[in-house]
DNA sequence: CCTTGTGAAAACTTTCACAGCT
DNA sequence: AGCTGTGAAAGTTTTCACAAGG
């Protein structure tokens, strides 16, 4: 019962997210106790990775028994800051950001879009998936009368920085950026990038590195000076 | 000038395609050369581990002058895999799907996107942003006659695991997953999740606990034994 | 005097292994 | 008997610091 204002990862948060998702799964299935075996059987985790990660947390399980899903759910909602609704706005409305708009895996987690922005006047107005577009030089008001919390970011790489920059201003406590550049600002504001491209090119990466590994490739060695 | 058979991690190479980004845009300011500082600036990363991470690669830079940029790119290129042409293939067109159907922003490494596939019957004939989209059956001919490497899966996750079956089957060698569900494929077949709502629950961590460095929050000291 | 390349140290994360509760 | 919670060990990644080269 150690607890301890020892530091949480990013990795761990980021699969407490998964074990969220997961549980929520098994309560569909009306299963009421789970152990750290079955849950991580699933996802791609260990069983000793799971109670360690929520051992940051406090003692969640029972021991000799398991987890109480419906409790543990509670729990990692509140830990994750999603046990109350989480105000979205969608900055950006071309493919990508209508994609976005109209995803309707949010609302389980308590997000909600409740507005979305874009330069394009020929937008500005339309309804997406119940939510109307506003223009850009709206951002700050809604924002505040709102209470938003999260902005995703789906504008051209060009004016992602200015408009980022913007959102900061306005008080935006967390930018989730789907531009391919590296936002600059205060780090009072947290951003996490989604960067399709880079994950691609890892993804290249790693499947060939499991061709190669018995072709003597040649990939691994490269050395070579410049002129 | 070790180089040897140490194992690369998944960061480091995550990391790279960030470099070979940075880089691109260097060489259109007609930079020549590039100090690991330089580069370092623009992203998140120190220049220690910029140089720790190609020292992986061999001796890519020059000592008391820096890189060359067009050489390192080549480098980098050859090092991902994406200095041949890597043929993909979009799985799902719905507006996720169509959204990267329609993204611009990976020829510039040499991916291209050779062909898309859907269940629903209204969609296959039609042509988004060049490419026809094909019935689900014609999955196993086209990979193989057109050698496509990669799927992009942005089909429901109801039927995410029976596709990603189908690709595996068929040959693909890497899947890059929107579901939000586990994959379970043999391991020769590598697979990288792309989860929005994860990365948006993340955010929301992160940006409370940014919050709450100083007020005496509740959050992290949560000990209840459910009953 | 500049910048790379790299062992060695430090920091961090995961796995192990077992005590402790049900 | 079964499963959690957790220190300690093992493993991994990042940072440091400096020799070597231009």
Same mark, same amino acid.
């Given at each position: 019962m150690a607890l301890s204002k020892k530091?949480?990862?990013? @990795?761990?948060?980021?699969?407490?997210?998964?074990?969220?998702?997961?549980?929520?799964? !098994?309560? @569909?299935?009306?299963?009421?106790?789970?152990?750290?075996?079955?849950?991580?059987?699933? !996802?791609?985790v260990s069983p000793d990775q799971f109670r360690k990660d929520l051992s940051y947390f406090g003692s969640l399980g029972k021991r000799g028994v398991g987890y109480k899903v419906d409790n543990l759910i509670k729990h990692l909602e509140k830990i994750l800051g999603i046990d109350k609704e989480c105000r979205v706005i969608i900055v950006g409305v071309g493919k990508l950001g209508s994609a976005l708009l109209a995803y309707p895996g949010f609302s389980n987690f308590n997000f909600r879009i409740v507005s979305a922005f874009d330069n394009d006047r020929k937008k500005v107005g339309k309804i997406i998936n119940g939510i109307k577009i506003e223009e850009m030089e709206n951002i700050s008001r809604v924002v505040q009368k709102l209470e938003v919390h999260l902005a995703?970011?789906?504008?051209?790489?060009?004016?992602?920085?200015?408009?980022?920059?913007?959102?900061?201003?306005?008080?935006?406590?967390?930018?989730?950026?789907?531009?391919?550049?590296?936002?600059?600002?205060?780090?009072?504001?947290?951003i996490l990038n989604v960067d399709v491209a880079t994950e691609l090119m890892t993804l290249r990466y790693l499947s060939r590195k499991a061709c190669n590994l018995n072709t003597g490739s040649t990939l691994d060695r490269v050395t070579e000076n410049f002129e």
């Open positions: 530091k949480v990862s990013n @990795e761990t948060i980021r699969r407490l997210a998964l074990y969220l998702r997961s549980l929520h799964k !098994l309560q @569909e299935i009306n299963l009421d106790i789970v152990s750290s075996g079955q849950i991580s059987a699933n !996802l791609n995703v970011l789906t504008v051209p790489s060009e004016s992602a920085q200015m408009v980022a920059t913007k959102l900061a201003k306005c008080g935006i406590k967390g930018i989730l950026n789907f531009a391919p550049i590296s936002l600059n600002l205060s780090n009072s504001i947290r």
